[in-house]
């Protein structure tokens, strides 16, 4: 399969990138910084390509669309790693334009994707575009970050319209709600590694839309801690 990937210079984007080779697939990866040497590059690469692209710089995102097709690299999957988590509370003060960026990268950062894959993904009535979210959105746990949940929570739900609105055809729309994930796997999270193995699987087989929670013990941790009272909630793991 020919597979896309925002966010493919670090953390999950890029060890989606690196399963998905393992596997036998084409990667075409974006990210915003410059990377020099690629783990992926060193399993296969013929089957590894990376773009510099800001998404939420809609020439650069054009540009390398424009690349896409000149290379004939239309994906059958198309995954949104790509995240920004800007704190917007500055001492006691709100700050709009923070609160605006999280939007961009998180919601509209793969949303301008979506606007461009789909007229392809529906000509051949077949394609799955995968936005990668937070547990957050069952219960925001973020310090000085009031954005970062709420652009997530927005995705969702644009996903889940999008997945109705498409209802009648083989498209698919799916979201990862993700916990905590490090490099190596901790007590509550888990690994980046783990994470995009059980993505890679998933996206293999998956036959319809829907909603996916990793780890799933966090994930059930996180929604028992919705039936606490908030000044309780914030004693207890942000006081």
């Not at 190596?184 to 193995?197: D, E, V």
Request: hydrophobic content about 40%.
């Amino acid at each position: 399969m020919k597979i896309f990937i925002s966010g493919a210079s670090g953390g999950l984007g890029l060890a989606l990138a690196e399963d998905l080779i393992r596997r036998g697939n084409a990667v075409w990866g974006i990210g915003r910084r410059v990377v020099d040497t690629f783990r992926a590059e060193t399993l296969s690469p013929e089957l590894f390509r990376y773009s510099v692209c800001d998404t939420t710089d809609a020439t650069q995102v054009q540009n390398v669309f424009n690349k896409m097709l000149e290379e004939n690299f239309i994906p059958d999957i198309a995954v949104f790693c790509a995240g920004g988590a800007t704190e917007d509370i500055e001492g006691k003060d709100f700050k709009i334009d923070k609160f605006r960026e999280n939007f961009n990268v998180n919601l509209f950062g793969a949303l301008c994707w979506v606007e461009l894959l789909l007229p392809h993904f529906i000509k051949r009535n077949k394609g799955i575009f995968a936005g990668i979210s937070s547990m957050s959105t069952y219960r925001e746990n973020h310090e000085k970050r009031i954005g970062y949940s709420a652009s997530k929570a927005a995705l969702n739900k644009s996903f889940e319209n999008l997945r109705m609105q498409y209802i009648n055809t083989a498209l698919k729309f799916v979201i990862f709600n993700m916990g905590r994930m490090r490099e190596k796997r901790t007590l509550i999270g888990t690994s980046y590694a783990a994470a995009a193995r059980f993505i890679s699987e998933d996206l293999r087989a998956r036959k319809t839309g829907g909603t996916v929670n990793i780890p799933f013990s966090q994930y059930f941790l996180t929604r028992m801690t919705q039936f606490l009272p908030d000044k309780l909630y914030h004693k207890l793991f942000r006081g």
